[in-house]
């Protein structure tokens, strides 16, 4: 089991920019697929940005232009530059591994507001 601890999350004016990061536990996280999620009050979770072991990236179409998904393989961690932030993009921020195997962090908060 891969332990996945979120960081970078917090308060932003509309318009403003956040790093988010996510740390990975074990020594293959270079063979892993990783993703950004978020869940919003009331709606369900859903994909902001997935990136494969050989870096090919996804985005969701909400957030497409705006946020970059990227990795650090000799960090274990993957990252998250959101920028020209909304107040619909606030939400807890969720990394998981995605393959070969299926793991969540605990979520970062970020909230967007004037």
């Known amino acids: 089991q891969v332990q996945l601890v979120e960081s970078g999350g917090g308060l932003v004016t509309p318009g403003g920019s956040l790093k988010l990061s996510c740390a990975a536990s074990g020594s293959i996280f270079s063979n892993y697929h990783m993703g950004w999620y978020r869940q919003a009050p009331g709606k369900q979770r859903e994909l902001v940005a997935h990136?494969?072991?050989?870096?090919?990236?996804t985005y969701g179409d909400s957030v497409k232009g705006r946020f970059t998904i990227s990795r650090g393989n000799a960090e274990n961690t993957v990252y998250l530059q959101m920028n020209n932030l909304k107040p619909e993009d606030s939400a807890v921020y969720y990394c998981?591994?995605?393959?070969?195997?299926?793991?969540w962090g605990q979520g970062t908060q970020v909230t967007v507001s004037s």
């Open positions: 990136i494969t072991n050989g870096g090919r990236t």
């Open positions: 998981k591994v995605t393959y070969p195997i299926t793991s």
